[in-house]
Nanobody
Framework: QVQLVESGGGSVQAGGSVRLACAASARTYRTDVMSWFRQGPGKEREFVAA????????FYSDSVEGRSTISRDHALNSIYLEMNNLKPEDTAVYLCAAGSLAWRLQFARSQNEYDYWGQGTQVTVSV
């Protein structure tokens, strides 16, 4: 069983930045693809970004593309999400997920493809 632990959330003013981290307790084939999802108040969970096994490829949702960067550090079994120009609509619990899914956007966006989930870290963006 792999545990995922997120950190780095907090309260930020609109236009600011945040860097989230997710540390996996182990590296297995089920942590080949790692991603970020988020769930805002009263909203369904949605895909944010994903990074491939080798860290060379990424996917982003339309809502964050261009102002966000996902990356991974294999030595630390960790991934990161840096988000800039934050907006109030970015307010959400951000969750880390890991799985052995094939590297395609249609799969990366699907919550059902992931084997492990973290508890989440809250990001609150105020005007």
């Amino acid at each position: 069983q792999v545990q995922l632990v997120e950190s780095g959330g907090g309260s930020v003013q609109a236009g600011g930045s945040v860097r989230l981290a997710c540390a996996a307790s182990a590296r297995t084939y089920r942590t080949d693809v790692m991603s970020w999802f988020r769930q805002g108040p009263g909203k369904e969970r949605e895909f944010v970004a994903a990074v491939s096994k080798d860290g060379a490829s990424t996917f982003y949702s339309d809502s964050v593309e261009g102002r966000s960067t996902i990356s991974r550090d294999h030595a630390l079994n960790s991934i990161y999400l840096e988000m800039n120009n934050l907006k109030p609509e970015d307010t959400a619990v951000y969750l880390c997920a890991a799985g052995s899914l094939a590297w395609r956007l249609q799969f990366a966006r699907s919550q059902n493809e992931y084997d492990y989930w973290g508890q989440g870290t809250q990001v609150t963006v105020s005007v």
